[in-house]
C-alpha cells in the first residue's frame, strides 16, 4: 500500500477527471481562467464564481487581450508570448499585470502561463490581487502614520524636556499607583539632595523623613482635590531642609500621577507667592476703589469697588476711557495727580468730587502711585468715598477737600486782632488768610498752572491774577 497517496498523480496516462471536473477545478482554482492564442486573441474567458468582484468578462472574447492592459504591463506579456511562439517556454512562468476595464475600473492580477496540447494555445490562470494590494495599502498608511506619531512624539518630548528644564519651579512626576518618581527636573533635584537620574523610578516617599508611602500619597491626593487646602509641608531626607509640596493630580493613558511642585518653606518665592495672592484678593474684595492707568490716565484695570462708584456694570464699560472722564474738574484733576506722582513717585492725599455714569456726584480723596516696574508703566490710584463722613461731620467742622489748616503763625496774628478791632473786621482778616492758603495749595499741586489753579478754585484766570498780586503771590514762583 502506498501511503503517501501519490498513485492518482503517478500514473503514465493523463489522470481520470472528467472535462466537466477539470473546467470546474480550474475556475474554482483560479480567479480568473484566460485561453489564449500566441497573438494574444482571447479564445476563452471564465471568472471564478466564488470571487463575484470580477463581474463577467465574456465580452473579452475574440478580442485582442492587450485592449485590457495597462501600458506597463504590455511588455511583460510580449515576452512570454514571443516565448511561446518561439517555442522557447520549457517551465511555467509567472507575471503581474494590471487589467483595464471600461475604462475606469482596474484591477491587478497575477498569472500563471501554461502551455496545452495545442503549441499555439495558452492557458493563463489569474490570482486577483487586490486584497493582497489593498493591504500592502493599509500597510504603507499605517507605516506612514506610525512615522507622523513618531515625529510628534519626539517633538512634544523636545518641547516636555525644554520646559521641564526651563522653568524655576521644581517640579516632580510621580505614578500614584506605585509612588515612584516618573522624572523631574534638575531643581527638584537640588532640592533633593541627589543627581535626577538617580532619583528617576525611586520612591517619593523615601526622600523624605517620617512619612509612610499609602498615608503621603493619599494625603497629597486628597490635597490636589481640595481647592483651599494648603501645601503639605514636609523635611528632606537628605538636606534636612523643610520642603512645602504643591501637588496636582490628573491622568495620563489611564493612569493617575502627580505633578509635583516643591517650593523650600519660607523662601522667597513662597513668600512673593503668599504676598500676591493677598494683594490680588485685597484689590478684588477692598472697599476702597482701584484703578489701574496707562501713563496718559487711560484705564487699563479696575476694582468692584471702583465699577459700583461709578455705577458700570462691568469692566468693559470703563475699559480704555480716560480716568478724568469721572473726575469733576476732568483733565484738570487728572494731570494734577499725574504730574505730581510722576515728579514725587507717590501723591498721598487729593481732594475732589467723582462723577457717575449717570450724572450721581460725591466727594472722594484720591492718591496715586507711579508704576514705573519693567514691563510696565503707568498709575496706580485708591480713590475713597468720604461723602458719608460730611453727612456725620460735626457743624463748623472744615471739610476734608476744603483748605489746609490754619498756620499758628496766622491764628496768632487773628487772635491778636481780638479787643483791638471789631469782630467784623477779625472776621474780614480770617478770610483773607484762608484765601491766601487756598491758592497757595492750588498753585502748588498744579505746578503753577495758573490756568490749572483757576479752574480747580472756581476762579476765573483774571480774578486768580487779581488774588494773587493781592496777596503777594504773583512773582512768588518765578513768573
Known amino acids: 500500500m502506498n501511503t503517501r497517496g501519490s498513485e492518482f498523480w503517478d500514473q503514465p496516462s493523463s ?5 466537466e471536473q ?3 477545478i480550474v475556475t474554482t482554482a483560479a480567479d480568473l481562467a ?11 474567458v471564465i471568472t471564478n464564481p466564488l470571487n463575484p468582484t470580477l463581474g463577467r468578462l465574456d465580452h473579452w472574447k475574440d478580442r485582442d487581450i492587450r485592449e485590457f492592459m495597462a501600458e506597463d504591463s504590455l511588455g511583460k506579456l510580449e515576452t512570454q508570448l514571443a516565448a511561446y511562439r518561439e517555442g522557447q517556454k520549457t517551465k511555467v512562468d509567472a507575471i503581474e499585470v494590471n487589467h483595464y476595464d471600461n475604462a475606469n475600473w482596474e484591477f491587478p492580477i497575477r498569472y500563471t502561463m ?3 496540447g495545442n503549441p499555439d494555445i495558452i492557458l493563463m490562470l489569474g490570482r486577483d490581487l487586490r486584497p493582497i494590494a489593498e493591504l500592502q495599502h493599509r500597510l504603507v498608511k499605517a507605516q506612514l502614520a506610525l512615522e507622523k506619531d513618531y515625529e510628534s512624539h519626539r517633538d ?3 518641547r516636555y524636556r525644554v520646559i521641564m528644564e526651563a522653568v524655576r519651579d521644581a517640579l516632580v512626576l510621580v505614578d500614584v499607583s506605585s509612588g515612584r518618581i516618573l522624572d523631574l527636573n534638575e531643581a527638584a533635584a537640588q532640592i533633593l539632595g541627589a ?3 538617580a532619583l528617576t523610578g525611586s520612591a517619593f516617599t523615601q526622600e523624605f523623613e517620617g512619612k509612610r508611602r499609602g498615608e503621603f500619597l493619599e494625603g497629597l491626593v486628597l490635597t490636589a482635590g481640595d481647592e483651599a487646602a494648603a501645601a503639605v509641608t514636609v523635611t528632606t531626607r537628605r538636606g534636612k531642609a523643610e520642603v512645602e509640596i504643591y501637588p496636582t ?3 495620563a493613558a489611564g493612569d493617575k500621577t502627580l505633578l509635583c511642585r516643591l517650593e523650600a518653606a519660607g523662601s522667597q518665592e513662597t513668600v512673593a507667592a503668599e504676598l500676591s495672592q493677598t494683594l490680588t484678593s485685597l484689590y478684588r474684595d477692598g472697599p476702597d476703589a482701584v484703578v489701574v492707568t496707562d501713563s496718559h490716565g487711560v484705564i487699563r484695570s479696575a476694582n468692584e469697588a471702583f465699577l459700583g462708584l461709578c455705577d458700570a456694570g462691568h469692566l468693559g464699560d470703563v475699559k480704555g476711557r480716560s480716568l478724568g472722564d469721572y473726575l469733576a474738574r476732568g483733565s484738570v484733576d487728572l494731570k494734577v495727580l499725574i504730574d505730581n506722582a510722576a515728579r514725587n513717585g507717590t501723591m498721598r ?3 475732589t468730587r467723582f462723577e457717575g455714569a449717570y450724572g450721581s456726584q460725591l466727594s472722594i480723596e484720591m492718591s496715586a502711585t507711579h508704576l514705573a516696574g519693567a514691563g510696565m508703566t503707568g498709575f496706580a490710584f485708591v480713590i475713597r468715598d468720604t461723602s458719608r463722613m460730611e453727612v456725620i461731620r460735626e457743624p463748623g467742622a472744615p471739610a476734608p477737600s476744603g483748605p489746609a489748616p490754619m498756620s499758628d503763625d496766622a491764628m496768632r496774628n487773628v487772635m491778636d486782632l481780638v479787643g483791638s478791632a471789631p469782630l467784623k473786621d477779625i472776621v474780614a482778616a480770617t478770610t483773607d488768610v484762608v484765601e491766601k492758603m487756598c491758592i497757595e495749595t492750588a498753585v502748588e499741586l498744579t505746578d503753577n498752572n495758573r490756568v490749572a489753579a483757576a479752574e480747580m478754585l472756581g476762579l476765573s484766570r483774571q480774578s486768580l491774577y487779581v488774588k494773587l498780586r493781592k496777596y503777594g503771590l504773583l512773582h512768588k514762583n518765578g513768573n
Do not use: C, M, W
Open 15 to 19: 489522470p481520470p477527471i472528467g472535462p
Open 22 to 24: 477539470f473546467n470546474e
Open 34 to 44: 484566460i485561453v489564449i492564442d500566441t497573438q494574444g486573441t482571447v479564445k476563452s
Open 114 to 116: 501554461h502551455k496545452t
Open 156 to 158: 512634544y518630548e523636545t
Open 195 to 197: 543627581e535626577a537620574d
Open 249 to 251: 493630580v490628573f491622568r
Open 349 to 351: 492725599l487729593y481732594s
